[in-house]
Each structure stands twice: as C-alpha cells, then as structure tokens.
C-alpha cells in the first residue's frame, strides 16, 4: 500500500481487517516490524483518539513517533503554487513537505475542511499537496472529505459482532448538532462499506442532507429513519452538515435523536458512533450506556485499524 | 495499590519511601516491570515538574508515555450525568475515560480547583469520574485538594535528611503570595505526614487560613509564626488561600516571609518548597540560596515518589 | 565539548563535520552512545525543523528525549538576580534551571531576541542563566545572536557540494522580508565559515545592514549584490534587520530577491536558505525549485549537526 488516503488505495477492506484482528491478538509483532521507522504525525487540527491511536499503534510496531501540533505552533502554510508570499503564512507547503518527507520515513496529516467552498474542500488540496511533495507514505488522520482510519475500526467492529447466518443491515443515520460538522465520517463509512461489499447500506438522513454520490452510490437511501431501522442488525448514528448550500444546516421537522425506543424496530441492533458525542442530543443516554452500545469497542479497535495500516505502508517503502 | 490519589491508598508510606529510595540508587531497574505498560498523562492544567518528573519516572521503569494537553486541545469535558450536551461541553466525562482506559494500563490526572465552590472542589468530582469511569489504575498529578506525588517526595526528601537520635519537629507555615491559591500541597503534606507519624507536624498559618481538619487533625495548630519555628529541624513553606470564605486572601497583619533572621530561633532548619517559588515574596533569596535550602533536592526527588507509585499502580494490574 | 552555544565551543569545526557526515552513513551507532541519557528541550519559542531534527539525532543515539514547550504553558521566568517577584514572572531562572539540570543529561534552549535593546539581546542573558545554573551541558537551539546548529549543518552542507579543485567563494546575501527578524542565523553563519576557513567569505547588504563585526571581522563586506554574486560557487540567502537603529527596517532601494537571472553572474552557484522562505519574496521560485537548490538538503543535514553536538556533549559527561 503506498498511500492510506481512501479505501481505494487498499486491495480489499478484509485484508486490512483480518490484519488488524491479528494485532489485536497479539500488539507487538515480535519482528518489531517498525523498527528504525520514524512517523511524523502533522496535526492541522485538534485530535484525541486518532492522536493516541496512532501513536500507541506506530508504538507496538516498534516506530518512533514525533507529533507535530501545527495548529498550534502558528505553522501557517501557503498552499498556492506560485504566490508571493508577502503575507501572513509562513512557509510554503512544498518546502515543508520536501523537508519532513526527509525526516520521516511515514507522514500522517489531520486536515479538515473549512466548510466555505465544496469545491476547494472536496479537492483535498491540503492532503494532496503533502502526498505531491513529501515522497514518503502518507496516511490520512483525517482529511476533508474522508477519514479512512475511523472507517476500518467501523469495518473492523462490525466484522466483531456481525451475525453468521446473514448479511447484516447496516443503518449510517444523520442525528442532530448543534454546529455544522465535516461530512467525513459519513462519507468515509459508506465508501468502505460498499467496497467491502458484506453488509446491506441504508443512510438515512432528513431531506437535504443529501451525501456525495460518489461515496453512497449503491447505497439504499431514505428520509424516514424509522423506516430505515427497520431489521436493522447495525445503527450508525452520525452527524453532518449540508452538502449543498454547501456547510450549512437546514432546519429539520423531526427529532432525530436516537434513542431506545426507536431502536425496538431492530434486530437488537448494535449502536456505533465515532465520538465524540453529544449525549442526549446525537444519541439518548440510555442507548450510550446500554449493552447494545458498541462506541468504546470502536474506539479501541482504533489501534488495530492504524496497525494495520502502518504496517502495509511501512512494507511498501 | 489500587489508585494513587491520597495517602489513604498506600500501605504505609514507608514501603513507598523505601522503594523511592531504593530507585534513586538503582534508576532502572534490569527487569523493566513497566515493559509493555502504556501510560496516559492528562494534563487538565499547566505542569512542569509533575510532567517532566512523571515521564522520566516512566521511562526509567520502561512504560511508553503518552501525554495528552487537555486543556490546551480544547477538549472541554463534561461531567453531569443526564447532561443534555447542546452547549459548550463536546464530550462526556463517562464516554472520554472508557476510551482512556482502553488505552492506557495507567491513567494519570492533573486538574485544578477552580476555587469558587468549596463543595465542587473538595468532591474531587474530575478525578473521581475518572477513577469511576476508566477502569485502570489512576494516579494523581494533582488534584482539586491534594498532591500525593508531591507529599511523597517531600517525605523521602525528609527521610534523607533527619536527624537520627530523634523525632523531627517539622513546620508547615503558611507565607505570602500574590494570587488565590489551591490548598492542595498543605493539605496533602499534613496528611501524609500525619499518616507517616515520624515526626512531630506543627502547622503555622495567619487567623483565616485554617485548613480542613480532616487533613491536620492532629497536628499543633499555631497562628504565631515564630513560635512555630523554635527548635523546627524543616520548615516547609507554602501559601495557601482561605477556605472560609472559600478562595479568598483574607489581609494578613504581618510580613509571613521566611527569611535566615527567622531561621535562627530553628534547629538549623532545612527548607522547603514545592515550587515554583516567588521569591522575596514567600522566602528570601537568601534562603533559597542557602545550603539550608532543600527545594532543588526535593524537585529532583519527584522522578523516584512517581517510579515509586508507577511501579506499585503497575503491580496491581 | 563542554556546551554547545558557538563555533567557539568547538576545536574544530571539520572535527564535527566529519561526525556528522560519518553519522549520515550510519545513523544509528550500533553502541547507543546516548542509552540512558536524557535530553531536555526547553522552547521559549516556536521551532519545526530543530525540534524535529534535534529530536531525531537524540534518538539514533538512543536518548531520551523530553520537549517542554515553555512559551505555550505560559511558564513565564524571572531572569534578573534578587527580584521581588510580586509580578507576572512565576518561576525565576535560578530555580527552574538547577530542578532541570537535575532531571536531564543535557540540555536545549531556544529563546529568539525581543528585537528591542541591542544590549540586551547581545548579552545572551537567557542562554547564559541556564548554563550558569543548570550544571549540564547546554545546546543552543537558536539564541538571540547565534544558531549553532543552522551553521553546523550549512558547512555540512557546503563540504558535500564544495569543489575539491579550489577554495569556493561562499556569498552571504541579504534578502528583503516583510518583518524584522533577528540576525542570528547571518551572524552565526560568518562566524562558523571564519572560524573553518575553507572557503572565501563575502557578506553582502544594503547599507543600513550592517552585521556585527566580532562575528564578519575576516570576511569581505560589500553593498553592491552583483558584486557580490560575481563567481560564486555558493549563495546564502537570509534576511536580517537593523543592528543600529535595533530591531529596524531601514528602506531599500534596489530589490535583493535572488533570481535565477541574477545567479547568471557566478560559478553554477549552489543556493542555500535556513527556511522557513518567503517565495517570491526572499527567492524566486525558480531558484528554490531548480536543481541549484540545496534547501531541502540542507534541513536534512540539520538531523546530523544535532546528532554530531549532541554525541559530543555526552562524551563530555
């Protein structure tokens, strides 16, 4: 694997699941197949399970992991070939990428979208500009439009906890926020699911919270949630903004908070969530603390999905 | 042990002294007990000694550290249970340490007090939803009333020190400063001492700054600084402000400096101070660049009180 | 070598190079010098490429590395000698420097100059308190006059691409910005390349720009560029502000960004920048993205000045 971007620079999601599965059986290789590779992790914006994962992740692989708050240090990139940098950023994306394309042997980039233009957001220029000139691998920690390690712990939960005899339905549901979130996760589930291909995709989501085609295509998609619960084996309850007016939140009539009540018309499905939750706003607390709640179990497979990750890119170096 | 949140979790001190102790001779011990241990550091407030000293201690036991700024990510918690979360707070206290737990083996805490409500702060409501929630050893870097890793080194640091053909008289006196501070180093210190019971504890502060009984029942009580001193063999100094009214810096007649002029009624008293110091504000200069002054040692002593309690959080895993 | 804080600390500057060069052959010595020594860094300022270069040569020498940024925990020190520190400063130097020089094997300070007093900032007041006090070796990470470890790793740069034929003209040209920054790296630069005497140095600035003459005094000073560039075989470019009016930008008259039209005049010169670089501002792009440039080369060479400073001081202790 030479990038860990998108689902679509893996051969298929079950190799990096059953890699994944393997690690957490046994977290430290006794090859130590990190040993004398160094991850640089480049935080654009804030990070708490992806942070940690990943490091505890590199760490069991035997890296040496050095985190980079850009954010914070007031790191502020140009991003425009050509410019005249007379202004406020600091350092140019190529000259900073070639640099820790040099002190890294791994480049992990959290980078979110601004949520002003679709079209800048939706090009990933930030994450394609270090992949352009870092020469080393890059592994998303998060980008724009996508956030690839969240979705192969998603894959990996469920591949834990599916029924044998059945292809499970698997429900992502929008809940509501109270600010205008990333479409990532959502985005990133659905392309997963569909290239893994095991499970049966329903979104469900108000009208006008409409996903792009490109990630859902394949999908059943509805605007009724309870319709969408229906049998269901799995319930992903996430929230998004609108893709078009792009970042915005348009009302919505119905309450679509999930709670335990709803979830009597599922095959005693299993609830996820990405977290961080809204507690009583997203989801009830009754569902969150319930055993039908698999949020910590996703969390913590957070570990084995960057695992594996990192070690199909440290094999392609 | 369990946790390490107070004295009440130890044994007794003196095991955790010697095994302090036997660590300063030895730093790493050949066995690396902490091998494959991953410690979570949560910093909620500012640190320097208590972090660097933590880490260090960690290192030399052989644990991989991971130290997490919660304060300056913007992770703003919650802590009531049934919140509905449609304000400032983004994630639960209760969903935040499950996942911690998965992923650390010990999970350390540093949070203040905010020194407005006596109930809120003397609750421990932070650290206790951690210890409640996270299901993995927790040590303390410092909470709302108490600082057990401080109060340990300052006990190995008397330890090292006393006098040999008798019991010690040490002073905790009060001294001046330009802000509200936390009670915790004097209420931990009293209580540490006091359960140690190897030295006669006198405890020397202006009329307003009692502390809470619970903590130094048992010790002399003295509003006279200078009576406190006679014949003192440490004097540990340290402001502290009101618990009644809570928070407050209730004038004080005279100048509670420590200074060498005050030092002569002592034994040729040695002097503490937890740091960071203001000087010629709480001691002099000419205190703290005395020979009689400890406050380098004592600092230096933190990395073996923390080896001392990792080692033994470590053991009951 | 018992400090790192100039060339002065050093017998020989090839003595070093041959280190480092001997360390980018083989970056991880197979008897880990640095086990068990610990490497503290201390930044009072931000800092990318020597945070993440010093900390990777700590590592392939198998040290411990701990980094403190001191300007973000708001760790506000206290610098002159008998303060009544009843202000803003919360720890004085003195006491922070003795309980570090306690916890670490070796120590890094960064700390730019205010920009404000020339005496000042010439005085090295904060560099210098930590050696005073700390009582281990001292690496600079940049102080307000002098960068040790940017100059070490220019002549590491200059050696591997340096004609072997002939002594090579090396030009130190100033170029425009658009704040004033220190002349730390300038200053450092000369005194390095006068101290190693391998090559012809030329220092060239608008007038106004003058450099201090205990760190030129040896090198030819000219204020016409052009001139300057004449068969060069090496140009460095970096902008400096006023040393007298202090901290000032006096107004140019010409325009001093280097172009690839005005390297026409010299030897193929190869061109070299610290960066972070302003594009279009300090050098064209064409310059930076042509084979003529050295900068990503000689960033990366940052890692075996550090790992070069660093195996030295160990001896040291």
Redesign the interface.
Known sequence: MKHFLSVNDVTHPDELINRALAFKQQP?PPHHPGK?R?L?LLFFN?S??T???T??AA?NLGM?V?V?NAG????TL?FT???????ET???V???A???G??FDVLGIRTFPKLQSRDEDYAEHVLNQFVRHAGVPVISLESATLHPLQSLADLITITEHRPHSRKPKVVLTWAPH?KPLPQCVANSFAQWMLAWNKAHLVVAHPPGYELDEQFTRGADILTSQMEALQDADFVYVKNWSSLNPYGTTPAVGENWMLTSAKLQVTRNARVMHC???????ELS?EV??SPASL??EQ??NR?WAAQAALASLIESI
């Open positions: 430290v004398g160094r640089g804030p708490l399970r942070r940690l994962s490091q505890l760490q040496e050095i980079l914070r240090e007031n790191w140009e070939d050509g410019a005249v940098m007379d202004g600091v350092e140019h190529k000259d900073a070639r640099v820790l040099r002190y109270i977290l961080p939750v809204r507690r009583n706003v607390d969150l603390d949020v910590t969390a913590a570990i």
